[in-house]
């Protein structure tokens, strides 16, 4: 009887400090591992969030520059719808909207480091009663950045002919007023950017190209 009571006793005492102790490290390691997936399928949603809305970005920009270069036009006698285009920069003449006048519209590369920079865009209206030369306002309607994280490298514009027999593809690096004039009848887009805020490793960058034809070149 006594025996009996011994081994009952014997069963109720619990686990042993040992047992406690590996119960508590593989609960331990069992949480890390969870907290680690969890962390990393949160990155991977954000990188891909970030990556998909750099895309979309990236295309209404491309639209709204198309249908403002098929509708740029000449604003002096002498000159052409394309004010001034480099690497990083074009003017334009635009009459997009409905207003008395075009726009003058500049997408400008600015405040580059480290091989990545921000894509500006600015907007000049016409002075009124100017036309049909018209002259254009000092003060912006709209400067506001559009794109961040844009390529310093890659060229943004570029202007293209097809010139000889047989024709011959030709590209213009630049034009300005005052040298090379801008006076070609296609504009070559190409914005290559990178996502903000992803993981290392996840900011691969996305290149879109549009090439459009001047109505008025």
């Known amino acids: 009887m006594l025996g009996r009571w011994r081994r ?6 619990g686990y042993t400090l040992m047992e406690l102790s590996l119960a508590m490290a593989l ?8 907290v680690s997936v969890i962390y990393s399928f949160s990155q991977q949603a954000g990188d891909s969030g ?3 809305m750099l895309q979309q970005t990236s295309r209404e920009l491309v639209a709204d520059l198309v249908v403002e270069l098929r509708q740029a036009e000449k604003v002096t006698a002498n000159g052409y719808p394309i004010e001034e285009l480099t690497a990083g920069k074009l003017v334009a003449y635009t009459d997009r909207l409905e207003s008395e006048g ?3 519209v500049v997408y400008e590369r ?3 480091i480290d091989d990545m920079c921000e894509l500006w865009v600015t907007r000049y209206p016409a002075v009124p009663g100017t036309g049909p030369w018209w002259t254009f306002s000092t003060t912006p309607v709209e400067n506001m950045m559009a794109l961040e994280r844009v390529s310093s490298v890659h060229p943004l514009f570029a202007g293209s002919d097809w010139v000889g027999d047989p024709p011959v593809r030709t590209y213009i690096a630049s034009c300005s007023p005052s040298g090379t004039a801008c006076d070609f009848p296609l504009v070559v887009i190409t914005f290559r950017a990178s996502p903000t805020n992803t ?4 900011d691969r960058a996305y290149e879109i190209e549009e090439e459009v034809r001047l109505r008025n070149g």
Not at 27 to 34: K, V
Not at 199 to 202: L, T, Y
């Open 199 to 202: 993981s290392a490793g996840a």
């Open 102 to 104: 075009p726009e003058r």
């Open 8 to 13: 009952a006793l014997h069963r109720q005492d």
């Open 50 to 52: 970030q990556a998909a």
């Open 110 to 112: 600015k405040s580059c």
């Open 27 to 34: 609960s331990s390691i069992i949480f890390a591992s969870l």
